[in-house]
């Protein structure tokens, strides 16, 4: 019997739900924390990659463009020499476009249950599409606050209108879903 227990507990600790440990990444750009485990934020530095991976994080996902100024050329070696997988979608700020979106939620479906940053330079493009899979793809019946989530633009009111093609990525994506 005294055998069978630590055995139960690994094989239910593989079964619970995984949780990022928030404490020790306050310094990083941006970030909050919409569900235990998963994170969105702006560009952390390079130190701050360690910290995820001690903080629990399995996966990061990074929205920012090849060649951006405000991104980091290395961020793959990064990521995998912290000892985390990475995921790269290069996101136009000026152009999202719904392939882009579609490839977020692939990535996202496929590595459910484990602890994931989704970052961009500011939290802008990583909140805006962590939106839209929570209200398009999560079906638990909990309505979604938008203004919650993408918190990081300010007052949705006034911000979204000065994105036009942000706006118009949200509305396309949510009027697909609802058909």
């Not at 920012?64 to 790269?88: F, K, S």
């Not at 989704?118 to 638990?140: P, Q």
Request: proline share 7%.
């Amino acid at each position: 019997m005294r055998q069978l227990f630590p055995l139960a507990l690994l094989l239910y600790s593989g079964i619970s739900h995984a949780t990022i440990a928030p404490q020790t990444l306050t310094e990083i750009k941006a970030i909050q924390f919409s569900e235990p485990n998963i994170a969105t934020a702006g560009l952390p530095t390079p130190a701050q990659f360690v910290q995820l991976k001690e903080a629990g994080v399995d996966l990061v996902i990074n929205l920012i463009p090849q060649g951006n100024p405000n991104g980091h050329d290395n961020e793959q070696a990064l990521v995998t020499e912290a000892g985390m997988r990475y995921e790269g979608i290069e996101v136009d700020w000026e152009q999202p476009r719904l392939e882009d979106v579609t490839r977020f939620f692939e990535i996202m479906d496929a590595h459910k249950g484990q602890d994931i940053l989704i970052h961009c330079v500011a939290n802008y493009r990583a909140s805006a599409f962590y939106y839209l899979y929570r209200s398009t793809r999560e079906g638990d019946g909990e309505p979604v606050s938008m203004q919650q989530v993408m918190s990081p633009w300010g007052d949705l009111d006034s911000s979204l209108p000065q994105y036009p093609q942000w706006q118009q990525l949200i509305e396309k994506v949510t009027a697909q879903s609802a058909q």
